[in-house]
């Protein structure tokens, strides 16, 4: 049974810093992408950002306007593991966050096979 744990969201003070992590478990996901999205209260979940399976842990990384340069996606192919790291937050960044794994194609993201359990970050003005 495939399963992505999510951890490391919480309350931070606008400027500050969080990481988020994502453990996969189930089965190997080599040749996947793997993304974080986000959703706000009334929003829709909204991409946040992907990074592209390498089997050197290079993968290709894009990210959404409003988080470049100041997120950063990576991913650990060994341990099966996803990390978001998030400073300078703002106050609209405040939102569920859920890892994702699927497929990347082009420049977006394609289809969704599976989601983690969703981690809430809030971030206080």
């Known amino acids: 049974q495939v399963q992505l744990v999510q951890s490391g969201g919480g309350l931070v003070q606008a400027g500050g810093s969080l990481r988020l992590s994502c453990a996969a478990s189930?089965?190997?996901?080599?040749?996947?992408?793997m993304a974080w999205f986000r959703q706000a209260p009334g929003k829709e979940r909204e991409f946040v950002a992907a990074?592209?399976?390498?089997?050197?842990?290079?993968?290709?990384?894009y990210y959404a306007d409003s988080v470049k340069g100041r997120f950063t996606i990576s991913r650990d192919n060994a341990n099966n593991a996803l990390y978001l790291q998030m400073n300078s937050l703002k106050s609209e960044d405040t939102a569920v966050y859920y890892c994702?794994?699927?497929?990347?194609?082009?420049?977006?993201?394609?289809?969704?096979?599976?989601w983690g359990q969703g981690t809430q970050v809030t971030v206080s003005s």
């Open positions: 994702a794994v699927g497929r990347w194609y082009g420049s977006t993201w394609s289809s969704t096979d599976y």
């Open positions: 189930g089965r190997t996901f080599s040749g996947y992408a």
């Open positions: 990074i592209t399976y390498s089997s050197w842990n290079i993968g290709n990384t």
